[in-house]
Every structure is written in structure tokens, then in C-alpha cells.
């Protein structure tokens, strides 16, 4: 896996406790359509970080050509796989892998799951702080985008259930807009991989949030709190 692939294989088969799983690594384009078939999950990490010289729009660029690669190896090769988007900006990165499952005739929208887990294990994290508890003993819904102020944590429905005034309100929600760590960011991309297993195994009751595609807004994808099951959202 190390630096040769951003495919992660994950063996939904695999139950909790026992070794059940085999890592294999796979490079480049020619080994693509190995590396995806048979896929129950696809988790995409793959994408550049800026580079002196760069604009962001060049960063878009890129990542969007390698979502766009990738997504048409899926296409191919594993449509029905519930496909976890990291690659950034989120927000652009779904819309194009949409339009390329739309074109290729494979588009399920409740299998597209923009990851936006980050949001909410940082929202957790300063959360459980303010209250004095562990982070794992929160749940704070975090909704809307993936950048900046277009992050809304609903503070209103943390649980456990707690009336922030005004002041830790706002400081509180400009730090989870803008906070976070390498670690964390890891964390909470496998954190969000395993909800989707437990969801494909059958598990009852995995509620997430997800940057997915949306009628709630007119905006037609919006971060969410979704049911995970065997069909993904
Ligand atoms: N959604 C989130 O919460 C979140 C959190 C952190 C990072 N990100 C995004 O994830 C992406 C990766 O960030 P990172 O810090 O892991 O970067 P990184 O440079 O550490 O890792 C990127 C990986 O992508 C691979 N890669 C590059 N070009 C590729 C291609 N054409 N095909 C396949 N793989 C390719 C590289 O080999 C590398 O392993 C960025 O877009 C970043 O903004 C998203
Ligand atoms: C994604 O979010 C950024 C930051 O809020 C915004 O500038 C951009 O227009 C958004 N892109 C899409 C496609 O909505």
C-alpha cells in the first residue's frame, strides 16, 4: 500500500477481531482495473497538495483528472461499490465523479459518499472538550459544505444534550470550521470506512454524515446525516 497505490482494498467479509483481510498493493494505470474488480468498497485518498507556483484552481484541475480516472475504473470494474470521495474540494470532487457514473450509465446516488468525517471528529473533539468528556461519548451532526464557514456544526443537536450560549456557540463552531491535525485526518477516514462495512454487513442503526447528493436544499449535494446500510445511504 505504502506510496504505490491510493487503492485501499477493504474485504467486506472481514468480521470484527479476526484477521480476515489480505493487503495487496497495485501501481498505476495499467494495474487499475485489477486492483478495483470485485470491489465492495472504494475509498479515494488520491489527489496533490499544492506545490509552490500553483493555484488552487490548478490543484482542482489535478485532482478532478484523477477522480475522473478513477471513477471510470469503477464504472468498469465495481459499479455497485460504495465509493468514499476524500480527494478535495469535496464539494467539486462529487459532482464529477456523478457526471462520470452518470455518462458511464452506473450513477446511484446513494453510493456516492463525499467523506466529510473530519468535520465531525473535530466537532466531536472540541466538543467533549468544552464538556469535560471523552470525544467518543459525543455526537455533534456536523452539515452543509466541506470548507471554511460552509461547515455548520448543529450544536443545537449534540448529544448529549447541552445549551451552549451565544459566545461558545460561535467560538466553538469557528473552531471546528478551521482546526484539525494530519492524525486526526487519517482517523477519521478510517473511521468513516468502517461505518460504511458495518453498513454493508448489515449492521442496524449507522448513522453518519456524508457529503451526498441532496433535496433538502436547492443545492444537489449537501453534507447530511445518513443511514448506512447494504446499498449505502
Ligand atoms: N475529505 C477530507 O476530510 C480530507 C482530509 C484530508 C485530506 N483530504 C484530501 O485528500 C487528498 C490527499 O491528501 P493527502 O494529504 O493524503 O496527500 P498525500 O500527498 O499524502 O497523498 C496523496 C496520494 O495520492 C497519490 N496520487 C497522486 N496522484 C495520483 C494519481 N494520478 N492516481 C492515483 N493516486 C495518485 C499519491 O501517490 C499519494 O499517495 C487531497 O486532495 C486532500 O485535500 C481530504
Ligand atoms: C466548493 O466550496 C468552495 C468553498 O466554499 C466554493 O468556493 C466553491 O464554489 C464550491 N464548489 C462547488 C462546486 O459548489
Known amino acids: 500500500m505504502e506510496g504505490s497505490s491510493s487503492l485501499r482494498r477493504a474485504n467486506c467479509g472481514a468480521k470484527g477481531g479476526s484477521p480476515g483481510f489480505k493487503v495487496r498493493g497495485f501501481m498505476g494505470q495499467q494495474q487499475l482495473e485489477d486492483a478495483l474488480t470485485g470491489m465492495g468498497l472504494v475509498i479515494i485518498p488520491a489527489g496533490v497538495p ?33 465509493i468514499n470521495l476524500i480527494s478535495n474540494p469535496v464539494n467539486s470532487t462529487v459532482p464529477i465523479a456523478a457526471e462520470v457514473f452518470k455518462k458511464a450509465g452506473t450513477y446511484d446516488p446513494k453510493r456516492l459518499l463525499g467523506v466529510t468525517m473530519l468535520d465531525v471528529v473535530r466537532a466531536n473533539t472540541f466538543v467533549a472538550e468544552v464538556l469535560g468528556l471523552d470525544p467518543r461519548e459525543v455526537d455533534v451532526p456536523v452539515v452543509g459544505g466541506h470548507a471554511g464557514v460552509t461547515i455548520l456544526p448543529l450544536l443545537s443537536q449534540v448529544k448529549p444534550l447541552f445549551s451552549f450560549n451565544k459566545e461558545e456557540t460561535e467560538h466553538l463552531t469557528s473552531r471546528i470550521q478551521n ?54 445511504v
Open 50 to 82: 499544492r506545490f509552490p507556483g500553483m493555484t488552487r484552481d490548478d490543484l482542482f484541475n489535478i485532482n478532478a483528472g484523477i477522480v475522473k480516472t478513477l471513477c471510470e475504473g469503477i464504472a468498469k470494474c465495481c459499479p455497485k461499490a460504495i
Open 179 to 232: 482546526g484539525g491535525t494530519e492524525v486526526v485526518e487519517a482517523y477519521a477516514a478510517v473511521k468513516f470506512a468502517d461505518a460504511c462495512l458495518q453498513g454493508l454487513r448489515g449492521d442496524a442503526g449507522i448513522i453518519q454524515c456524508a457529503f451526498v447528493s441532496s433535496q433538502v436544499t436547492e443545492l444537489p449535494f449537501v453534507a447530511s446525516r445518513v443511514r448506512l446500510g447494504r446499498n449505502g
